[in-house]
């Protein structure tokens, strides 16, 4: 079945596919119609779960936390400082192994107070242990959604898809919606280890020692530094393990192939843009421009950035003569996250390309095609390091 609808909804359809039993929420632009459209299927019977309105993102989470510890599975929805207000329960919730989703739709941060869109909410959070993916357009937002429930579920590490404020969230495009059957097939019912249980009463996510020790039935049990260790190398296991259910997805589905990052023009091209995000659909008409003209562009469009995939992305990479990243987000005092991380991903290459770095449409900042045109051109023409300083674009406009 085809539909013609906005990302939000894409999202719930991807939710109810997934059989999602709770669901709790607090509306926060430009999420909000998401959740909303999860209301009206369940007030309808159209999906068979609790909703659950509650005061705050800091409760959502907490309800969900408490949902997926009892055996339930459980999603929420946020954006902006509704992420930030959650921020103690992401932790938590990551700590705790829980296969949460949770979608953040991605908007500016206050102060200043902003409703548009940048990718500063979610970067913010890129070091607290879920797993993000990035998407760019609706088709991705729904198989993305299911695909995150099942990669949560195997790994046991929550996970975040994250889509563009107003440019996904609001916009209507055409996508597919799988049939039940195949995903009820690609989605077994929710496992989550430590479901608690009266019948095997666990002590779980006490205090912790720095080291570890023997428990009071003589089994040894891991400190808190052994716990952080083996969340950070399961979670590098998860770059194998999401390539090969998108794989799976592909075969009962028919779409996939491109978990890790979508490639356009990449083969043959002397200069690579990456981005995340949906500003990759206009890229790639970008960059046909400049291959009308001589100049070999392709684009690389990242959906996994935590787990971060340097190897696969150092492999496409390594190869072309620069590397020019434009990203909707700034550490500050520093350089964009994206580009720090693949510059550290092609440290070791033996052809290191030169890579710069844009920072482009903060808080809703209009980018032009003329501006993405005229970076692209500047960085073909200097094969140089800028100094390491970010360049803005838009500034003053």
């Known amino acids: 079945m085809k539909l013609i609808e906005s990302g939000n909804v894409a999202a719930a359809t991807g939710v109810k596919l997934a059989r999602a039993q709770v669901i709790a929420a607090y509306p926060i632009t430009p999420q909000t119609p998401l959740t909303e459209k999860l209301s009206e299927l369940v007030e309808s019977d159209q999906m068979q779960a609790e909703y659950i309105a509650v005061e705050s993102e800091h409760s959502a989470l907490s309800v969900c936390i408490g949902a997926a510890s009892a055996g339930a599975r ?7 400082n509704g ?31 902003t409703i548009w869109n940048d990718h500063q909410d979610s970067m913010s959070q890129r070091d607290a ?15 993305t959604v299911i695909k995150a429930y099942r990669l949560a579920e195997i790994c046991s590490i929550p996970a975040m898809v994250c889509f563009d404020g107003y440019y996904l969230s609001h916009t209507y495009m055409p996508f597919e919606v799988p049939d ?6 690609y989605l077994p019912d929710y496992y989550f280890k430590h479901t608690l249980d009266p019948a095997k009463p666990e002590n779980i996510n006490t205090v912790t020692m720095p080291a570890g020790r023997e428990d009071a039935e003589g089994v040894f049990r891991n400190g808190y530094m052994d716990i952080r260790a083996s969340h950070h190398h399961e979670m590098r296991q998860t770059i194998e393990t999401f390539i090969n259910i998108d794989k799976e997805y592909e075969y009962l589905v028919g779409r996939g192939d491109s978990p890790l990052f979508a490639l356009y023009k990449c083969d043959d091209a ?8 949906s500003l990759s659909n206009r890229l790639k008409d970008i960059a046909d421009g400049f291959r009308d003209d001589g100049v070999r562009i392709g684009v690389l469009s990242l959906h996994l950035y935590r787990p971060f995939p340097q190897k696969e992305t150092r492999d496409v990479l390594e190869h072309c003569k620069g590397v020019i990243v434009f990203e909707k987000s700034i550490s500050y005092g520093y350089q964009g996250g994206v580009y720090s991380d693949l510059k550290a991903a092609l440290y070791a290459s033996k052809n290191r390309p030169f890579v710069h770095n844009y920072i482009i449409g903060l808080g809703g900042r209009i980018i032009t095609n003329e501006d993405l045109a005229e970076a692209i051109k500047q960085s073909t023409l200097s094969h140089e390091e800028l100094d390491n ?8 406009r």
């Not at 002397?270 to 995000?277: A, E, F, L, S």
């Open 74 to 80: 459980a999603f929420t929805a946020t954006s902006a």
């Open 389 to 396: 300083s970010p360049q803005w674009l838009g500034l003053n």
């Open 83 to 113: 992420l930030l207000y959650m921020s103690e329960q992401v932790h938590w919730a990551a700590g705790a192994r829980l296969p949460l989703v949770m979608c953040v739709v991605n908007r500016g941060l206050g102060a200043p107070w």
């Open 270 to 277: 002397d200069y690579i843009v990456v981005v995340m995000g």
């Open 129 to 143: 242990g879920w797993i993000q993916i990035y998407v760019n357009n609706h088709q991705e937002i729904i198989d």
């Open 180 to 185: 039940q059957k195949l995903i009820d097939e």
